[in-house]
């Protein structure tokens, strides 16, 4: 009973939901007709009115383009008259020598450039092909000089890379100083190249100067070696700064001074002291070596003086070409002086004795000429003596034989007797002459 209750009830709520639901499309149905034809109308009439502003609009729009076309062509004119003027004033940045003052130039022919418009036309086109022509040659001779910087850069890094290796580091140091210095004022040639150029370099300085730390830590011991030989060193200089023996105590003190420069460097705190040291006994015994041949230069430029004087002497008595007796010992005697003098320097002392012994010799050559010329003479006078002494050997022959012929057929003892003593005497005459004859001829074969 409460289901069939309930059923009925639900039928009548069904039927009253679906008049209600088909009264409302239809009251939908006449309002959305009459909307749609609203809205049709309203369409139409804002159709009208906006055709009516167009036509307004572009008759407005006519005019405005009209007199924007006549304007832009004007300003076209004036813009080309400008970028002809600016590519004229363009072609001039090759006058201008200073780099920094024709980019500044560059920049402001472009900046003008730009103010004078953008333009499509041929002309225009030309112009600007014309001015970037000029404009390039600034920035040709910008890549040009950054690839001098580069190459002044590159030599700087080879230079670098080789002082590095260097183990004067006291010079190396002055240098990689230098080239720093130089590096600074190379120039621009780029950020990233510039960047990539100071990694090496600074690659090449670094790796120095990490040597020299090294190094510099390395020598506190050999400090301390040198100091003590040098030390040694200054002990044996004062064992010989009093000796006399001058050529002798010289070569120790050169052989003395290479081993201190071999020693090497004992640090600032000791070195410069240790060398004053060392220098002072040196110093002591030079200056008495140089007062002794200051004194021995004197001496020597006196005996050179009295040497020149003899040369002089030997000149004039040379020249007198007269090779007496006392001429010869006059030049004898001024070579025993010259001995007596002594040595007057190494210098001058060949040079004098050349000119004195060339003085010597030309007139012992002289005397030596004359004394053959006067023994020349000498045989020449014996042998004519001994010719005569010939003759009268051979007269006192004859005068024999007469005699003996006389006595022939004599009867008178007194007369023979005389005749035989006369050809005695004459035969001991004879005997006397060839004597004389023997003892010339000794002479003249001594």
Do not use: P
Not at 280 to 302: P, S
């Amino acid at each position: 009973m409460a289901e069939t209750s309930t059923i009925f009830g639900f039928m009548k709520y069904v039927s009253a939901t679906d008049i209600l639901s088909n009264f409302k499309k239809t009251v939908d149905s006449h309002f959305v007709n009459s909307l749609k034809l609203h809205m049709q109308f309203f369409f139409i009439l804002f159709l009208l009115y906006v055709i009516i502003i167009s036509n307004r609009m572009i008759r407005k729009l006519s005019r405005c383009m009209e007199k924007e076309f006549y304007e832009e062509y004007e300003d076209m004119e004036a813009g080309i008259d400008q970028k002809q003027a600016l590519v004229e004033e363009s072609k001039k940045v090759d006058e201008i020598e200073d780099f920094s003052e024709a980019v500044r130039f560059v920049n402001d022919l472009k900046k003008r450039w730009r103010k004078t418009g953008f333009g499509e036309s041929l002309a225009e086109e030309k112009l600007r092909e014309e001015f970037d022509a000029n404009i390039e040659k600034v920035y040709e001779k910008q890549k040009a000089l950054a690839q001098k910087v580069v190459d002044v850069k590159e030599a700087l890094i080879k230079e670098a890379e080789k002082t590095s290796l260097s183990d004067d580091f006291k010079k190396a140091t002055e240098k990689m100083t230098s080239l720093m210095d130089q590096w600074k004022v190379s120039g621009n040639a780029g950020k990233k190249t510039d960047d990539e150029l100071w990694e090496r370099f600074n690659a090449a300085r670094q790796k120095f100067y990490d040597r020299k730390h090294a190094n510099w830590e390395n020598r506190t011991v050999q400090f301390e070696n040198a100091k003590k030989v040098k030390e040694d060193l200054i002990e044996k200089a004062k064992s010989l700064q009093d000796s006399e023996e001058w050529q002798k105590t010289s070569a120790k003190y050169k052989e003395l001074m290479d081993a201190w420069k071999a020693a090497g460097n004992a640090g600032r705190e000791f070195d410069d002291d240790l060398w004053n040291a060392f220098n002072e006994a040196r110093q002591k015994f030079y200056a008495k070596r140089n007062e002794f041949y200051e004194k021995l230069h004197a001496e020597h430029d006196e005996k050179y003086a009295e040497k020149q004087a003899l040369v002089k002497e030997a000149k004039s008595i040379a020249g007198l070409q007269e090779y007496t007796r006392e001429q010869t010992a006059m030049m004898k005697e001024l070579s025993n002086k010259w001995k007596s003098i002594g040595f007057c320097g190494k210098d001058k002392e060949d040079e004098i004795w050349n000119e004195f012994r060339g003085v010597m010799d030309e007139y012992f050559a002289g005397l030596k000429s004359a004394s053959e010329k006067r023994r020349a003479n000498w045989r020449d006078h014996m042998a004519e003596i001994i010719s005569r002494k010939e003759e009268q050997i051979a007269n006192q022959k004859r005068q024999i034989k007469r005699l003996q012929d006389d006595m022939t057929g004599l009867v008178s003892e007194a007369t023979v007797a005389d005749l035989q003593d006369q050809v005695e005497d004459k035969e001991d005459f004879i005997k006397q002459l060839e004597q004389e004859i023997e003892d010339i001829e000794k002479k003249l074969a001594e």
